[in-house]
T-cell receptor
Framework: EPEVTQTPSHQVTQMGQEVILRCVPI?????FYWYRQILGQKVEFLVS????????KSEIFDDQFSVERPDGSNFTLKIRSTKLEDSAMYFC????????????FGPGTRLLVL | AQKVTQAQTEISVVEKEDVTLDCVYE???????LFWYKQPPSGELVFLIR??????QNEISGRYSWNFQKSTSSFNFTITASQVVDSAVYFC?????????????FGGGTRVLVKP
């Protein structure tokens, strides 16, 4: 069964460094999402992406964040200058052509900013 | 704005007991989807069930069942005959329906601990 994959599974970085989190959505899906979950808290929406552009973003998704689909298969989340409070689990999700389909999540990338 | 509330933060049961998880939501949309996801200790988010707002028929799927009541904005979830492997955090989520993609709004989660 097709799955969303994410790399790396864990990343440790120093405050102020740039990180790129990578996702490979399910191949025939057209809608892509990033969410984050700070340890012990609820899952929060960051951004949705469709037709090579951002369709919606949350207040969390400020100028330090960007998303890209560089090659038709990968979907990346970049944090330009990480802060301590960016430490969280980051989940990628995708859905097929219809926007109301179920979002299937990748296994997540646990980011720790020191 | 959408909001999902899971009032129970933690539930502890003994194996084979039934567990019911409460979920109350707020939305101004008339058409929306409701979901339950499971997050086991390994951390991934596993889709369990989905229900759309125009279908209030309650169903059973294996050991899972749900009770959707639009009049009270509730979407409760029951695990029948719980097993140790059901120990996880369960999240209720709500999505609007938009042409350019939906965002999920999650509740705070309910931690379920099933003891042998």
């Amino acid at each position: 069964e097709p799955e969303v994959t994410q790399t790396p599974s864990h990343q440790v970085t120093q405050m102020g460094q740039e990180v790129i989190l990578r996702c490979v959505p399910i191949s025939n899906h057209l809608y892509f999402y990033w969410y984050r979950q700070i340890l012990g808290q609820k899952v929060e929406f960051l951004v949705s992406f469709y037709n090579n552009e951002i369709s919606e973003k949350s207040e969390i998704f400020d100028d330090q964040f960007s998303v890209e689909r560089p090659d038709g298969s990968n979907f990346t989340l970049k944090i330009r200058s990480t802060k301590l409070e960016d430490s969280a689990m980051y989940f990628c999700a995708s859905t097929p052509g219809l926007a109301q389909e179920t979002q299937y999540f990748g296994p997540g990338t646990r980011l720790l900013v020191l | 704005a959408q909001k999902v509330t899971q009032a129970q933060t933690e539930i502890s049961v003994v194996e084979k007991e039934d567990v019911t998880l409460d979920c109350v939501y707020e939305t101004r949309d008339t058409t929306y989807y409701l979901f339950w996801y499971k997050q086991p200790p390994s951390g991934e988010l596993v889709f369990l069930i989905r229900r759309n707002s125009f279908d209030e028929q309650n169903e059973i799927s294996g050991r899972y069942s749900w009770n959707f009541q639009k009049s009270t904005s509730s979407f409760n979830f029951t695990i029948t005959a719980s097993q140790v492997v059901d120990s996880a955090v369960y999240f209720c989520a709500l999505s609007e329906i938009k042409a350019a993609g939906n965002k999920l709004t999650f509740g705070g989660g309910t931690r379920v601990l099933v003891k042998p």
